[in-house]
């Protein structure tokens, strides 16, 4: 018919109007043949790739924007070998009381969550390739809960989306990214990146990612 159908998959969406429309280069790639297949229902299996190296001896906020198979840090970061705190270090949850993270490994923090970023630094430059992935038709609005006072937070979906749209009542309006030092940031979320948010109340808050590329 006449509807859209949006999809999230890789670091592209493709957009489908109207049956005039002509089918954006690359949707029958070798690459994406499963995926094409598969427009309708549920793609197994994607395997994810982080798009850029690690920076060498520089923290950085990263985020993954699938549902992982295998959501465990060891697994995500198995291209970085064992925990070492030599060669990588990774801290996430911000006590909001303490204003101090937890760092992996520990009995409270061994995984990843789709919605919340994390600071990796490591020596040297490496490819991050998270694993396998389910791949899902989007359909609505992604909840992310946060805590009173400042938490970090990730893009759920692997394309830019905007902040503007999004719903996050009491929620600070202003982003703060991460490049070296904090920059504000108020219109879009980018994938595999994250961004610090504050929660005006003193009661947790749940934010509502609009699923909606940005050009």
């Known amino acids: 018919g006449k509807g859209k159908i949006l999809l999230s998959g890789d670091a592209d969406a493709w957009r ?4 005039a429309d002509s089918i954006p280069p690359r949707i029958a790639a070798k690459d994406n043949l499963a995926f094409v297949l598969n427009v309708l229902s549920i793609t197994e299996n994607y395997q994810v790739k982080m798009p850029e190296k690690t920076p060498d001896e520089k923290y950085r906020l990263v985020s993954i924007p699938y549902d992982l198979q295998n959501a465990e840090i060891k697994s995500v970061l198995k291209s970085l070998g064992d925990p070492n705190p030599f060669v990588w270090r990774l801290f996430g949850h911000l006590d909001p009381v303490t204003l101090k993270y937890a760092e992996y490994p520990s009995a409270e923090f061994n995984a990843f969550r789709r919605g919340e970023a994390y600071w990796l630094i490591t020596r040297g430059q490496f490819d991050l390739t998270p694993g396998s992935a389910t791949v899902a038709p989007v359909q609505k609005f992604f909840p992310i809960r946060i805590p009173s006072g400042y938490s970090i937070i990730g893009n759920p979906f692997p394309y830019p989306v905007s902040w503007k749209r999004s719903v996050h009542d009491s929620v600070q309006n202003a982003l703060w990214a991460y490049n070296g030092t904090f920059v504000r940031e108020s219109l879009v979320l980018a994938p595999f990146t994250g961004y610090f ?12 990612i609009n699923p909606a590329e940005v050009k």
């Open 16 to 19: 489908i109007d109207s049956p």
């Open 197 to 208: 948010v504050k929660n005006l109340s003193k009661d947790s808050a749940t934010i509502l």
